[in-house]
């Protein structure tokens, strides 16, 4: 239904920015709520932010808010995640996923990208 595939990670030093990039194919995605996950090793995966079918509705951590942001770009398939600020505890593999409304959970999420590291030096 929907294919989700992850970019745009890397290593940052500390204080720095990265855009993570999430493309998705099928044809749900304008209709289809859209979240960044994130999941270190050792530890459950959390929701980072999500995004609303339209985008007109988000939501963030409030471990990330006021640094990230979430958008998408429903013309070009495209949801993103900017990162600024980014600390050594952003470090983490960052999922994107879909679903149909929106959501905080992982178990209301139906589809997953691969995931992209993120990893910051300090």
């Known amino acids: 239904q929907v294919q989700l595939v992850e970019s745009g990670g890397g290593l940052v030093q500390a204080g720095g920015s990265l855009r993570l990039s999430c493309a998705a194919s099928?044809?749900?995605?304008?209709?289809?709520?859209m979240a960044w996950f994130r999941q270190a090793p050792g530890k459950e995966r959390e929701v980072v932010a999500a995004?609303?079918?339209?985008?007109?509705?988000?939501y963030y951590a409030d471990s990330v808010k006021g640094r990230f942001t979430i958008s998408r770009d429903n013309a070009k398939n495209t949801v993103y995640l900017q990162m600024n600020s980014l600390t050594p505890e952003d470090a983490s593999v960052y999922y994107c996923?879909?679903?149909?409304?929106?959501?905080?959970?992982?178990?209301?999420?139906?589809?997953w990208g691969q995931g992209t590291q993120v990893a910051v030096s300090s």
């Open positions: 996923a879909a679903a149909g409304v929106v959501g905080t959970h992982v178990n209301e999420y139906h589809y």
């Open positions: 995004i609303s079918w339209s985008g007109a509705s988000t």
């Open positions: 099928g044809r749900t995605f304008s209709s289809t709520a």
